[in-house]
């Protein structure tokens, strides 16, 4: 494998080069939200308060973690469904978030948003929640701690791998795997 | 008549958290293998490596002791149990959702269930579980697990064929199903088919049916070389590994199949994630 180094928060020229298919490895900061933590958010933007974090070139993981056992920062911690988060994507590109971890699909709409505001969406990799725990340095509540694993998370990670799914010029990797037909 | 056998709800519950702990942390025998397997079998270097960490994930959570997944599903629980058997000491409902509950605490397990789906507040105990209770002969209680995350859950699928349908168009169907659910289910899959029954039954089937046992062989001649018929399509698809694009959509096809009506051919989906876990023993 051939593995781009990212870090997270992302420079403006981070995302240009990278293509649908691409390898990447971030490190850096990842802000983690899943359903309820975005209905939350949208809430805020509608009634013009500050989000928990400062959007502005952020990468948001979409996440929902397993409790930490004693000693250990997280624990699993692998990428949910991203298409549950699609009517909130066009609200988080206008905030400033500039890459999306999950896995799975975007509608039209989602990949739409994205592209038109030069946002990257990856997919790490779905399952994979005890190798990924082992990618993150540390673990803090930012955010709507009484959700639970749905709270809002900032996460400091190393070597933490994802692929390129929806890059900035329309590329679809979901869409090349099912045309090229293995 | 034959005396009744007792056996107290307690054991049952207390079978339930060792179950669950069995299965959140290690998958079947047989799993880590296959998807070693399909590895040698993808060109790609993202569907190789793809696959390596699957099998990386089941090494790390055995040894860690972290759940394979972040979430650790729903608890759907199958009880068989023996006409012959007198539940003693309680409520089985009871016992067995203590059972669920004390697991998920003790291990660290993410709690998933909201008490109402509308309102959607976490119960905070992974509770109720999902109780599947039968009557069967005998004078024993066999107990399963089946752990199962939201992700694949939703990607779930009944269509109510028409009687006269063909096997081809049953499997072009599954195909389109399993190509329209592509990355989000995260094959490979274990791919439950329900067939037959009443649509309540054949979904219900769909979900036994991954249960069957990894590397077994329908005992129905038709219906094994049905599963591999299945199985060489839907790896002809192109989804691969996570979606990214290969031949391992699915690892596994297991067919539970059902009476029906005359006019009824139910056939219902359950698209297990790589992430197979269950367990289950005899009382």
């Given amino acids: ?182 | 008549m034959a005396p009744k056998r007792a056996v107290s709800v307690e054991l049952i519950g207390r079978s339930v958290d060792r179950l669950v702990d069995r299965a959140s942390f290690e998958m079947p025998a047989g799993v880590e293998e296959l998807y070693a397997s399909m590895r040698d079998g993808e060109r790609s270097d993202t569907a190789r490596h793809a696959l390596g960490v699957l099998v990386e994930n089941a090494a790390i959570a055995r040894a860690d002791r972290l759940p394979l997944c972040q979430d650790c599903g729903v608890a759907i629980v199958f009880c068989d149990i023996g006409q012959d058997v007198s539940l003693e000491g309680g409520s089985l409902r009871d016992a067995v959702d203590g059972g669920v509950r004390g697991a998920y605490e003790r291990l660290h397990l993410r709690k998933s269930v909201v008490g109402d789906p509308l309102v959607r507040n976490n119960t905070g105990t992974n509770t109720p579980c999902f109780l599947h209770a039968e009557i069967v002969p005998g004078d024993r209680v066999g107990i399963t697990v089946y752990l199962k995350g939201g992700g694949s859950e939703n990607m779930s699928f009944l269509k109510m064929f028409r009687p006269t349908a063909s096997v081809e168009e049953i499997i072009d169907h599954i195909a389109s199903c399993v190509i329209e659910a592509g990355p989000n289910p995260c094959p490979p899959l274990f791919l439950g088919v329900g067939i037959g029954g009443t649509a309540d039954v054949a979904l219900v089937n769909a979900k036994r049916a991954v249960l069957r046992g990894v590397g077994s062989r329908h005992a129905d001649p038709v219906y094994a070389d049905l599963e591999r018929r299945i199985l060489e399509r839907l790896n002809d698809t192109g989804v691969g590994p996570l979606g990214f694009g290969g031949a391992s959509t699915a690892a596994a096809v297991y067919i539970r199949e059902a009476p029906t009506h005359i006019a009824t051919l139910p056939v219902a989906l359950n698209l297990n994630c790589h992430s197979l876990r269950y367990a289950g023993e005899v009382l």
Wanted: a neutral charge; hydrophobic letters at 40%.
């Fill in chain 1, 1 to 182: 494998m051939n593995w781009i180094h990212l870090s997270a928060p992302l420079d403006d020229e981070a995302l240009g080069p990278l293509r649908a298919g691409d390898a990447v490895l971030f490190a850096g900061v990842l802000y983690v939200a899943r359903d309820r933590a975005h209905e939350r958010m949208r809430r805020m933007l509608e009634n013009g308060e500050a989000l928990p974090f400062d959007p502005r070139g952020q990468v948001v993981y979409f996440m929902g973690p397993s409790p930490a056992p004693p000693g250990r920062v997280i624990g699993s911690a692998g990428p949910t469904t991203a298409g549950r988060m699609d009517p909130f994507a066009g609200m988080m590109c206008r905030a400033g978030v500039r890459g999306f971890i999950g896995k799975g699909k975007r509608s039209v709409e989602a990949r739409a948003a994205m592209r038109e505001h030069g946002a990257v969406y990856f997919s790490s990799f779905g399952g994979a929640g005890a190798y990924l725990s082992r990618r993150v340095v540390s673990s803090e509540v930012l955010a709507f701690e009484e959700l639970g694993p749905e709270a809002v998370y900032r996460l400091e990670v190393a070597e933490f791998p994802a692929i390129v799914i929806n890059d900035i010029y329309g590329g679809d990797l979901y869409e090349d795997a099912l045309s090229k037909r293995r």
